[in-house]
């Protein structure tokens, strides 16, 4: 029941057809019919809807003003008779599908050398289209020249390029190579420096006198000299302000 509430949202009502029309609606279910000829669809309905039976769908009122030329002419009878053998054959065409159209020519009509058309109606014609070729083939070996030309050219080109690439390469690689051992000689050059100066300011040390020896001298100094007062009972009278008397 979900179809019919939402067909009633849009007015529809129980007991309606479905269709553009409420006059040509479809009240019943839908049924399935079996096609049995080669028509497109819709062509059946159109076949009702015919007013007469000159009304063939394709151009109306052709056959009644052919048949009015007719009968000004005289010859009534006869276009009455080619309209006859066109109905017939539109009938039988539109039964099985077939309307055959003869062909003029069943050959090629690409030449896949010139990748041109060809034309048949003339030999003249052929004529000028092999000239034709024959001056685009000379223009085709010309441009072919050139291209190999320019190819050979692009070819060299590259190789100055490599080359040239090869070159810097090699220039740069002896400049690394220079600029290292630059590096070499000064660094050992800073080593020989180094080593010279220690050298040196070992030889200059060694020169200068050593201020521990010397005090520890003049201690030495000091104590004999007090030894010696100690030892000699004289000295020691002096230093006392002692007498003999």
């Known amino acids: 029941r979900f179809g019919h509430q939402f067909l009633e949202k ?3 009502k129980p007991g ?3 269709g553009l029309s409420p006059m040509n609606s479809n009240t019943s279910h839908i049924k399935v019919s079996i096609k049995d000829d080669n028509v497109g669809l819709g062509a059946k309905l159109k ?3 015919k007013k ?5 769908g394709e151009c109306a009122g052709l056959d009644v003003f052919q048949r009015i030329l007719g009968r000004l002419n005289g010859k009534e009878s006869k276009i009455s008779e080619e309209l006859d053998t066109q109905r017939k054959q539109k009938i039988i065409d539109g039964k099985w599908g077939i309307h055959f159209v003869k062909g003029e020519v069943l050959a090629s009509t690409w030449d896949p050398k010139t990748h041109k058309l060809r034309n048949y109606s003339n030999a003249k014609k052929r004529k000028r289209e092999g000239d034709d070729s024959e001056d685009e083939d000379d223009d085709d ?7 190999k030309k320019k190819h050979k050219k692009h070819k060299k080109q590259k190789k100055d390029k490599k080359k040239d690439k090869k070159d810097k390469k090699e220039h ?3 400049k690394k190579e220079e600029k290292r051992l630059k590096k070499e ?6 080593k020989e420096t180094k080593k010279t100066s220690k050298l040196k300011s070992s030889e200059s040390a060694s020169n200068i006198p050593d201020a521990v020896n010397t005090r520890l001298s003049v201690r030495s100094k000091w104590i004999k000299q007090k030894r010696a007062a100690l030892m000699d009972s004289k000295a020691l009278n002096e230093i ?3 007498t003999n008397d």
Request: proline share 0%; charged share 50%.
């Open 172 to 174: 740069k690689k002896h």
């Open 52 to 56: 007469d039976e000159f009304d063939n």
């Open 240 to 242: 006392f302000m002692i």
């Open 141 to 147: 070996k010309v441009d072919k020249e050139s291209d």
């Open 47 to 49: 076949r009702k809807d």
């Open 16 to 18: 309606m057809g479905l």
């Open 185 to 190: 000689k000064r660094a050992e050059k800073t």
């Open 10 to 12: 849009f007015g529809w």
